[in-house]
C-alpha cells in the first residue's frame, strides 16, 4: 500500500513562490510515476506536472516555465517548485502516485493514478 502526505501548501501573493512536497510510502514499484494534480474552485481537476522514474517530467500547458517537479535520490518525497504564481493557480494540490509505464506517466492520464494524498491548499491573491 502507497501512502502520500502532501505538505507546503499557504497563501501567497502573486508573482510569489512556494514549494510544495509529498513523502511517499510504500513498495517503490507501485509508484514508477508520480505527479501533481489540482482542483480550484468550481474547476475540474487539472494535470499539473508527472515524473517517472528514470526523471522525465511531463507538465500541463498552464504551468510550463513557471513550475518544476523533482523527486529526491531515494524518490521517497517528491516536489514541487511552483514560481510566479497567479491567482488562477488557486487550487487544491494532489500527490499522485501509479506503477505506470513511461509512456503513460503523463499529466494527460489521471485516471491511471491509484494513490492519492489528501491534498493541501494553495491560494494566490492578487
Known amino acids: 500500500q502507497v501512502q502520500l502526505v502532501e505538505s507546503g501548501g499557504g497563501s501567497v501573493q502573486s508573482g510569489g513562490s512556494l514549494r510544495l512536497s509529498c513523502a511517499a510510502s510504500?513498495?517503490?514499484?507501485?509508484?514508477?510515476?508520480m505527479g501533481w494534480f489540482r482542483q480550484g474552485p468550481g474547476k475540474a481537476r487539472e494535470g499539473v506536472a508527472t515524473?517517472?522514474?528514470?526523471?522525465?517530467?511531463n507538465y500541463g500547458d498552464s504551468v510550463k516555465g513557471r513550475f518544476t517537479i523533482s523527486q529526491d535520490d531515494t524518490k521517497n518525497t517528491l516536489y514541487l517548485q511552483m514560481n510566479s504564481l497567479k491567482p488562477d493557480d488557486t487550487a487544491i494540490y494532489y500527490c499522485?502516485?501509479?506503477?505506470?509505464?513511461?509512456?503513460?506517466?503523463?499529466?494527460?492520464?489521471?485516471?491511471?493514478?491509484?494513490?492519492w494524498g489528501k491534498g493541501t491548499q494553495v491560494t494566490v491573491s492578487s
Open positions: 510504500g513498495a517503490t514499484q507501485s509508484r514508477s510515476c
Open positions: 499522485a502516485a501509479a506503477r505506470l509505464p513511461s509512456n503513460y506517466c503523463s499529466v494527460s492520464w489521471s485516471e491511471l493514478f491509484e494513490y
Open positions: 515524473i517517472d522514474f528514470d526523471g522525465d517530467t
